[in-house]
């Protein structure tokens, strides 16, 4: 029993061991094959791979061209934007001056008033609102 255990370890040992060839794709020098044949098929599987590595590589940055295009998308939008909200803060800076202008007239009068008179007045005034409640 012990001997079949052993032989059926080593045989697996050795089953395991070998592995099969596999064609890892890639480009192959051609030019060591002696027959037009092999040659012929040689250069065939290397114009395979090269096809299929430049549509791998034109799908690939395809999908990077899309993805700038639609960043720089949002980022026209996003400029847009802030472009409206400093137009919209540029005319309500100019509106601010002619309301300065209209109000000027009621900073003239509180800029007569000496500063002293105003600190006293607003205690009474202050006592004449609470009076008046």
């Known amino acids: 029993m012990i001997p079949r255990c052993g032989c059926a370890f080593f045989l697996f040992v050795l089953g395991a061991g070998t592995a099969f060839a596999q064609d890892v794709p890639g480009i192959e020098i051609c030019t060591a094959e002696k027959t037009m ?3 012929t098929s040689c250069l065939q599987s290397n114009v395979e791979f090269l ?3 430049i549509a791998k590589l034109a799908l690939d940055h395809q999908q990077k061209l899309d993805a700038a295009r639609a960043q720089i ?3 026209k939008t996003n400029v847009v934007t802030l472009q409206k909200a400093v137009d919209d803060l540029k005319a309500a800076q ?3 001056p002619d ?4 109000g000027d007239t009621s900073t003239l009068k509180d800029a007569s008033t000496p500063k002293d008179a105003t600190a006293k007045d607003a205690p009474a005034k ?3 609102k609470e009076g008046g409640k």
Do not use: H, I, S, Y
Not at 99 to 102: D, M
């Open 126 to 128: 202050d006592a004449v």
């Open 37 to 39: 044949e092999r040659r």
């Open 73 to 75: 998308d949002a980022l």
């Open 94 to 96: 100019a509106k601010a």
């Open 99 to 102: 309301n300065a202008k209209k």
């Open 51 to 53: 096809q299929k590595t």
